[in-house]
């Protein structure tokens, strides 16, 4: 297993018992703690037989094992057992705020994976980690040595793929989502490479006022994945 690292973060630490409770080797808690978040934190922990430790200090810590990044074959397990899968591919996103944003949202809108290259691309940091508050630890991180070629293989499996881009003539509450899908999401700066948009089979956008230019990323993906699990339920 990978070595544990630990987290004092509640939202972390109850997401992380309520869908993958395996994953925490041990809580360390105040003995006789009173807090109401604790408690339910205790509740949990005892629900899925998880190790609980009494302290004397005021600590309050949880060790975990953090989930590893995946490879492209991890693909083919999506592909096989999934019904309709939803996926995710960034586009060299580097700042770890967002794509600890990313995950959370991903999680919430019950996407299956998310794709990332291998360089030029932020990938599962203590920042982005702690961002997430454990979607990182629940859904599957996929690194791929070529995005294009890996949008290519989706599309053999009859995966839709939709560009995510401002330049878009469609409104992204315009197209329908169910069935296997594939959204694509641009860096933070340059957006989509142009050669990887090309493989969409639409771009979609966001409309906003004028007075804006963009939104940020993280706040975009969030509209268009809330967007597709409303129509996925």
Known sequence: MSRLLSTKDINFIKTLLENDSKKIEKIIIKK????????NIVS????????????????????FYPKEMKDI???ETIIIKKKDPLLVVLDHI?????????????LGASVDAIIVPKDRACHLTPTVR?????????????????LRNTIKILKKYSFEI?????????????VGFTGPKVLIFGSEEKGIQKFLASEAD???KIPIDSRLES???????SVILFEAKRQRI
């Open 130 to 146: 702690k961002v997430s508050k454990a979607a990182s630890e629940i859904i599957p991180m996929i690194v791929v040595n070529n």
């Open 94 to 106: 580097q700042d770890p705020q967002n794509l600890g944003s990313i995950l959370r949202s991903s």
């Open 32 to 39: 006789g703690s009173k807090d109401l978040r604790i408690q």
């Open 162 to 174: 939709y560009a995510c881009s401002g330049e878009a003539n469609k409104n992204y509450f315009e």
């Open 44 to 63: 949990l922990a005892k629900k899925n037989s998880t190790e609980i430790i009494t302290d004397k200090t005021e600590r309050f810590e949880a060790y």
């Open 202 to 204: 639409e771009k979609i």
């Open 215 to 221: 939104l940020n990323v993280s706040n975009a993906t």
């Open 73 to 75: 074959n991890f693909l």
